[in-house]
């Protein structure tokens, strides 16, 4: 341990010399701001609408089987080539939805809330982001839209928007 020199008298009367003409400096730094919660914050939607939309969602539906691979998905009658526009970022979201550390059921609702608040703002593609993980949310997010009428198609995202751990979703918009 290092024992750290105790100051003179003289020194102390030099420093209190060198700094007589001092005065205090104005605060011109700029305040930060608490960092952001880590809490996921829930797109706002009115109450009804995630309930009815979970009508849709039966975990028991198994519409895709999903063999760890690149995901795809175009619903019939739909131009078969969306796909592949997805998977080369012809789309950009218009939201995206982490569902990162949710659970089964609260993911469920996160997606039916981000499906309805695509409606309310006549936005045609969303990305929803299951991550990785133990690949529940991986194997269900696919099933759970085939489910939803207004899905036209999705695809395992482009690198910069996830890769294997999201989908691009491709939606109908209604008339404006």
Not at 147 to 169: E, I, K, S, Y
Request: proline share 7%.
């Amino acid at each position: 341990m290092r024992k750290t020199p105790s100051l003179t008298d003289q020194d102390i009367q030099l420093f209190r010399d060198a700094i007589s003409g001092a005065r205090p400096m104005a605060q011109d730094k700029i305040t930060l701001t608490p960092p952001r919660s880590k809490k996921k914050s829930a797109i706002k939607t009115s109450e009804s609408q995630p309930a009815a939309s979970l009508f849709y969602f039966s975990d028991e539906y198994e519409g895709y089987q999903f063999d760890g691979s690149t995901v795809s998905y175009v619903q019939p009658g739909e131009d078969p080539h969306l796909a592949k526009n997805l998977k080369r970022g012809e789309f950009q979201p218009g939201v995206v939805l982490d569902l990162h550390g949710l659970s089964q059921h609260d993911a469920k609702h996160e997606l039916a809330g981000l499906l309805d608040y695509c409606q309310q703002e006549h936005l045609n593609c969303a990305c929803v982001v299951h991550g990785k993980g133990s690949g529940l949310l991986a194997r269900r997010v696919p099933n759970w839209l085939i489910q939803h009428p207004n899905v036209r198609a999705f695809h395992t995202a482009p690198t910069h928007w996830g890769r294997d751990g999201a989908l691009l979703v491709l939606l109908k918009t209604p008339d404006k």
